[in-house]
């Protein structure tokens, strides 16, 4: 397991990806090896392989593979006063915010809570 965050964290380090046949010189193993190992980063989604010549000779550029869907940690507890959350969130009122009550009513309670 150790080779393969090496071999990731390689990849990571380069922002236009590293040829393959570089990759397995520095992580200091065979190209058999690496290959397995960016088989299955691959599978996984991890990395893209794309085709390259380099020096005359077919290799691969491997790019690490960014992922846009893994959840963000949001602080939810700026929308909250004490355990009432803002009533703009999902509100589908069509109202102007310096008239709506239940929004009053939140910033009359944050005013409160300080």
Known sequence: MEIEETILSLIKSRKKGILQNELWKK?????RKCSRILDKFEKEGKIVREEESNKGARTYRIRYIEKKDEPAIRDFKLLLVGEMFIPCTGCTLECA???????????FQLIEEE
């Open 97 to 107: 915010p310096e008239h709506c009550m239940p929004l009053s009513e939140w910033i």
């Open 27 to 31: 992580a200091e193993i065979d190209r």
